[in-house]
Nanobody, 125 residues
Framework: QVSLVESGGGSAKSGGSLRLSCAAS????????MAWFRQAPGKEREGVAT???????RYADSVKGRFTISKDNGKTTLYLQMDSLKPEDTAMYYC???????????????????WGQGTQVTVSS
């Protein structure tokens, strides 16, 4: 059983920064494609950033140049550094793992089969 626990959410002003963390059980982060998704009230859950098992990252156009996804050296924790925050970044943010997927980094929601409980990010203008 895979455990994903997010932390680091909170409130920020427009233009500010937040750093999200996702603590994963075992070697999940090092062995699998990982991603951050977000869901705002009344909207579909959307992919924000993904990092491959071995190489590469991908970002949604809406966050490119502002958000950075990374893993720690021990590869047990996934991060999302969020800079230049905007009110439209307000959402519940979820960490996800794609245990059965072996392709390049993907933001396709259907490839992810384990999810954290989410952490709320609220950005005010």
């Amino acid at each position: 059983q895979v455990s994903l626990v997010e932390s680091g959410g909170g409130s920020a002003k427009s233009g500010g920064s937040l750093r999200l963390s996702c603590a994963a059980s075992g070697d999940t982060v090092s062995r699998h494609c990982m991603a951050w998704f977000r869901q705002a009230p009344g909207k579909e859950r959307e992919g924000v950033a993904t990092i491959g098992r071995v190489y590469g990252t991908r970002y949604a156009d809406s966050v490119k140049g502002r958000f950075t996804i990374s893993k720690d050296n021990g590869k047990t924790t996934l991060y999302l550094q969020m800079d230049s925050l905007k009110p439209e970044d307000t959402a519940m943010y979820y960490c996800a793992a794609a245990l059965d997927y072996e392709g390049p980094p993907t933001l396709a929601r259907g490839e992810y089969n384990y999810w954290g409980q989410g952490t709320q990010v609220t950005v005010s203008s």
